[in-house]
């Protein structure tokens, strides 16, 4: 693994948002400077894969003695007792329904590492409910790759591998259902004002529509519940069947209507006398995600699995509280925390960072054994710091985005840098890098599709997010 300075292409950051990126300008700094990338070779792709298959393995496992002694979610991991029935509900269900992809944050330097510990993969957490980096990791990177040749492969086959999840999940959801599903609903918060939210659940809705199904944007402000029967509803009155949130579980626990998501979620497939469906809704992800994008779930792990031979893929990790008192090197972190904070890195009575916030934390910590992240420096000999996106997609390693931060603690002004794979087979067809006037061309929006409410809704929730030249911008084009 190898971090690699470049020449950045021409208008890179118009490039880039004209693939969809509108948030590349990130506190002040280019969210793609496209000046660099990471180099991995098919070994250390390979390794990566194994870790990340072993660790989902554990995951599963985990959850299975989870849904069976349910006192470890309300006890441990602060889930509220109203929405376990539909965690171990959504669990038990076979075949598997519900999820359709999920992040594992990774430390690993690569196999010639001079620091022996970043030469095995290190897993951090999982973020299995609302991951993002989503469009820069399945699209942007790759199409770097063609436009640049800067490496003979990519792990990333993320968006077919979405695909083929929706087809497969929704399937599976119109036998719980008992009818076809005539719509498949995708939500994000009209609070966003950064885009990010917004373009990942288009990627999804993107995915979705090429997996066959008719797909609508709502945001989760507009939709309704009804009183008199207790459902949910979109703006014209239509019944939710299935829905797409990026919203996170612990969020929604806590919202006015989130105890009856659950409530609603028993009626799912039942039918009227006359035929017509009166049950609930089907959430994406599935309520059993609440377990995994948990980090109450590594201390977890580490007790069920410290001495398999998978556990080589983890650190110790415990509760706070818990841990043994020769355990003095350790990142502390807020279970249900976000973007990096509320986390304490410490060596003896040492802090090495502290990004404090006190928005998280109410619930509880853990403490994970001290693993800092391979260390580089950039172009002005300044420290940066990477962290690997093990992304998976219906249960299966399907690709890899690295983020990028100046400090060990990897928050929400990181930047985003690609990657490619340097030996085996070149799999992929170079492409022109295209021109400013190409790229001002994809960026319009066409008559046609300011005719599309999915289009308005998400540049509504992305206003003022492009350069400074008045136009308007299309941001939703991920598979044109």
């Not at 329904?97 to 690993?108: K, N, W």
Request: glycine letters at 8%.
């Amino acid at each position: 693994m190898r971090r690699v300075q470049i020449k950045p292409r021409p208008n890179h950051t118009k490039l880039v948002q004209s693939q969809g990126l509108v948030y590349t300008l990130n506190a002040g700094s280019d969210y793609w400077p496209d000046d660099r990338y990471y180099s991995f070779t098919t070994k250390e792709i390979d390794l990566l894969i194994r870790a990340g298959k072993d660790v989902f393995e554990m995951c599963c496992e985990a959850a299975e003695a989870i849904c069976r002694d349910p006192s470890i979610m309300t006890k441990k991991m602060a889930i509220p007792d109203f929405a376990v029935e539909q965690i171990i509900g959504s669990w038990d269900r076979e075949p598997a329904c519900g999820s359709i992809y999920g992040r594992f944050d990774v430390c690993f330097g690569g196999l010639d590492h001079p620091d022996e510990r970043l030469r095995t993969p290190k897993f951090y957490e999982f973020n299995a409910d609302t991951p993002t980096s989503l469009l820069e990791s399945a699209i942007v990177q790759w199409e770097w790759l063609e436009q640049t040749g800067h490496g003979n492969d990519q792990f990333n086959s993320i968006y077919e591998d979405l695909i083929k999840a929706w087809k497969r999940n929704l399937d599976e959801a119109e036998k719980v259902l008992g009818h076809a599903i005539e719509c498949v609903y995708f939500t994000a918060s009209s609070s966003d004002t950064s885009g990010e939210d917004a373009i990942n659940t288009t990627v999804l809705m993107d995915a979705c529509g090429a997996a066959g199904w008719n797909t609508e944007s709502i945001f989760l402000q507009d939709i309704q519940f009804s009183l008199e029967d207790k459902r949910f509803y979109d703006k014209a009155g239509k019944h939710i069947d299935v829905i797409f949130k990026l919203w996170p579980w612990e969020w929604m626990v806590e919202e006015d209507n989130g105890e009856q998501c659950f409530k609603d979620m028993v009626n799912i497939g039942e039918q009227a006398k006359s035929g017509e469906y009166v049950g609930g809704t089907v959430w994406f992800e599935a309520p059993y995600k609440m377990l995994w994008s948990n980090k109450a779930l590594f201390p977890i792990l580490w007790d069920m699995f410290k001495d398999d031979p998978r556990s080589k893929w983890l650190l110790p990790t415990y509760f706070e509280g818990e841990a043994p008192q020769s355990f003095t090197k350790f990142c502390r972190k807020a279970i249900f925390a976000r973007e990096g904070a509320d986390v304490i890195l410490k060596d003896g009575e040492k802090v090495i960072q502290d990004t404090t916030t006190r928005h998280y934390g109410k619930e509880g910590y853990i403490v994970q054994e001290l693993c800092q992240l391979p260390k580089y420096e950039d172009a002005n000999g300044n420290p940066v710091y990477a962290v690997l996106g093990l992304w998976f997609i219906d249960g299966d390693p399907s690709g890899m985005g690295i983020r990028e931060d100046a400090t060990p603690v990897t928050t929400n002004t990181s930047t985003f840098v690609p990657h490619s794979i340097s030996d085996g087979e070149v799999r992929y067809e170079r492409k022109a890098v295209p021109t400013l006037a190409e790229i001002d061309t994809a960026l319009m929006i066409t008559e046609e599709e300011k005719k599309t409410p999915r289009y308005l809704d998400i540049l509504s929730s992305a206003q003022g997010l492009f350069p400074e030249d008045g136009h308007s911008y299309c941001i939703v084009r991920v598979s044109g």
